[in-house]
């Protein structure tokens, strides 16, 4: 079955650092999209950033990087420079067909001043 | 990015009574729309699948009576909580999507049912 897995339920990391959250995901298909979302305490969902399994370069936006590694299958996400308003829940999902979206089950970030 | 606009955005009402949720795109025509339900701590679990003109598809272990959902325009979709209870209090999400590289959410609805 398709599945995204975030490891780590949570994380804490200090302002200005980088921080990498980490999503594997699991498909024999050749064809899909990965997309990081942020959910700040709102509950809103912010789209981040996307990256096509035959891109063949990371995807960036702004301080935000997609590290895919098709092999692994893994697609990672990697935020330079953090913000205290970064602290957020964050979703990676995948979209194989039809625009649904399987979802990984977050991670909660936590910048500390 | 293309807008999705939902509403309410917070919504408490009685147990027994019903709860319509809209889902609007402003800028783009969305034939397929998602409502998904967030419970605490978790991820987001997709409820149905919404096509403009045609029934709905849920997910396994939806109820279709109690979740009502109608796409009647390209621009608009609807989710009725039917006799809701307390425990259909969560966060409820819609999404939609322009084309396949990015689908936009909507600032989605808490309601709570007391």
């Known amino acids: 079955a398709q599945k995204i897995t975030q490891t780590q339920p949570g994380m804490f990391v200090q302002e200005k650092e980088a921080v990498t959250l980490d999503c594997t995901y699991d498909?024999?298909?050749?064809?899909?999209?990965l997309f990081w979302y942020k959910q700040p305490s709102s509950g809103e969902m912010i789209f981040l950033i996307y990256q096509g399994s035959y891109d063949e370069q990371n995807a960036t936006e702004g301080r935000y990087s997609l590290n895919f590694q098709k092999a692994r299958k893994s697609a990672n996400l990697v935020i330079s420079a953090s913000q205290l308003g970064d602290s957020a829940m964050y979703f990676c999902a995948a979209s194989y067909s039809n625009y649904q979206l399987i979802w990984g089950a977050g991670t909660k970030l936590i910048i500390k001043p | 990015g293309a807008v999705v606009s939902q509403h309410p955005s917070w919504v408490i009402c009685k147990s027994g009574t019903s709860v319509k949720i809209e889902c609007r795109s402003l800028d783009f025509q969305a034939t397929t729309m998602f409502w998904y339900r967030q419970f605490p701590k978790q991820s987001l679990m997709l409820m149905a699948t919404?096509?403009?003109?045609?029934?709905?598809?849920?997910e396994q272990g939806v109820e279709k009576d109690k979740f009502l959902i109608n796409h009647a325009s390209l621009t608009l979709s609807t989710l009725t909580v039917t006799s809701a209870h307390p425990e259909d209090s969560s966060f409820y999400i819609c999404?939609?999507?322009?084309?396949?590289?990015?689908?936009?959410f909507g600032q989605g609805t808490r309601l709570t049912v007391v």
């Open positions: 919404s096509n403009e003109g045609s029934k709905a598809t849920y």
């Open positions: 498909t024999s298909d050749q064809s899909y999209g």
């Open positions: 999404s939609a999507a322009d084309r396949e590289t990015e689908a936009f």
